[in-house]
């Protein structure tokens, strides 16, 4: 096929063209393309399930599983059985895949794992920031459009590596499967060693580990969680924020985008498959090109519709590309891309320019960035040894991607004795006065008596 002779069947790939254009900081990101559907919109529906399941429990979860889901439960609880017929019933290729995917994460999530560290800050005053992980998690893996066992990778290696106790997963029940999570996703669980595992999906499952769920006729309850983590649509992502004043959450982790920073050195062929890879996620998802030459966009142009034409979800990648959360981002250099792509703060960022490397040391705002022609954001999701589970919605400003410190917490131990405490004494007894706070100072006075 000659992608020339195709270009204009994919005009519809959006142009934001910024150069001459002196923005700030905040117009840039202002300017960015996203997705209509915010989390404003989502918020009411959200809100909705949430109160529905905290006040009706396993009775809310069935009338949520028959409307969004099409399936009919008591309880969402997965038999082991199932578990063990999933992973027992794996395609080999697949097992051997998660198995390599795990040892990788493994290898990384092990690395991340910070020490505590002890100061004496004088003679017989010490001060110890210990990190301790949480009682228990809860991990949500998506359903739908696809099916993603490797989320099951990402989230549980590092909460294992943090030393979480407890653990829960849940995905979406499945019709096709009689009312379970798809069998690869159970299979993956099994080969983790979870065994609480639950039929329920989008927000719902959110504001059940948030909340807990008390036990029906049909089975246990559902503890609450002190963190819930993974991938979500918009849904999921609201939820998490809407919960997060109750427990810990990774990030907004919501549908999937990536950026490409690319110039004049870049493969055109290369750039389109990975903005193609994203956009086969999701009808919402996106796909973005920074790069300051026209040249490189046209052929990426051509390039997409080429591709396109051939891939297996040709509709849902033809509608990611053409919303408006996609595109093309005209800037003046490398130099200007930079600071676009920090506005724009992409889960997934590649660089495709001369000194490759350089440049993505100097990126500031990402989940993740992928350097050069042969780091493709499929790696990541896959067997990198890093982490998919990334903040998405330009939250990466401000949000890591999921890491082990994500199920970890710190506790400051002080430990002093009773010189060091006489010795700093009165420099509590002024700045307790000072904050018009004396029983702060007595507190330490009543110690020392004269």
């Not at 998506?142 to 849940?170: E, K």
């Not at 099994?190 to 948030?210: P, S």
């Amino acid at each position: 096929m000659n992608p020339a002779s195709n270009l204009e069947s994919f005009s519809q790939f959006p142009l934001l063209d910024l150069r001459g254009r002196h923005l700030n900081t905040a117009e840039l990101k202002a300017a960015m393309p996203r997705a209509e559907t915010t989390f404003d919109v989502a918020s009411h529906a959200v809100e909705e399930i949430i109160n529905k399941v905290r006040g009706d429990g396993f009775a809310a979860l069935a009338e949520l599983a028959s409307r969004f889901d099409g399936v009919q439960q008591q309880h969402p609880l997965v038999p082991q059985e199932e578990l063990v017929r999933a992973l027992e019933a794996l395609d080999p290729a697949v097992r051997a895949a998660l198995e390599e995917s795990i040892a990788r994460a493994r290898v990384f999530a092990d690395a991340q794992k910070p020490d505590d560290a002890t100061v004496e800050i004088a003679p017989g005053a010490t001060v110890t920031h210990k990190w301790v992980p949480v009682s228990r998690v809860g991990l949500y893996v998506p359903g739908g459009l696809a099916v993603y066992p490797s989320s099951v990778v990402m989230n549980v290696v590092p909460a294992m590596a943090a030393g979480v106790g407890s653990i829960a997963l849940a995905s979406p029940p499945q019709k096709d499967f009689g009312g379970l999570p798809h069998p690869t996703i159970l299979a993956a669980a099994r080969l983790l060693g979870i065994d609480e595992v639950y039929a329920i999906g989008g927000a719902q499952a959110v504001a059940a580990f948030a909340y807990g769920v008390p036990a029906n006729d049909f089975g246990p309850a559902l503890a609450p969680v002190d963190v819930v983590t993974g991938p979500g649509n918009v849904f999921v992502a609201t939820a998490k924020r809407l919960v997060k004043s109750v427990v810990g959450i990774d990030a907004e982790a919501g549908t999937t985008e990536i950026a490409i920073l690319a110039d004049d050195s870049a493969e055109p062929a290369f750039v389109a498959a990975d903005l193609i890879s994203q956009a086969e996620h999701d009808p919402h998802a996106a796909s973005v090109l920074v790069t300051p030459s026209e040249k490189l966009a046209e052929a990426v142009r051509r390039e997409l519709a080429a591709q396109i034409s051939s891939t297996k979800h040709v509709e849902r990648v033809r509608e990611a590309l053409s919303g408006p959360q996609s595109g093309v981002i005209m800037v003046d250099d490398v130099e200007h891309g930079i600071a676009v792509c920090d506005a724009y703060a992409a889960e997934h960022l590649e660089i495709h320019t001369q000194n490759a490397s350089g440049i993505a040391g100097r990126i500031r705002n990402a989940g993740a960035v992928f350097v050069g022609n042969y780091s493709p954001v499929s790696l990541g999701d896959y067997c990198a040894g890093s982490n998919h589970v990334l903040p998405t919605s330009g939250t990466a400003t401000f949000a890591s991607g999921l890491n082990v410190t994500t199920f970890l917490k710190a506790v400051q131990i002080v430990d002093y004795n009773q010189r060091a405490l006489r010795e700093v004494s009165g420099h509590i007894v002024s700045l307790a006065t000072a904050e018009d706070l004396p029983a702060h100072g007595d507190a330490v006075t009543v110690r020392f008596p004269s």
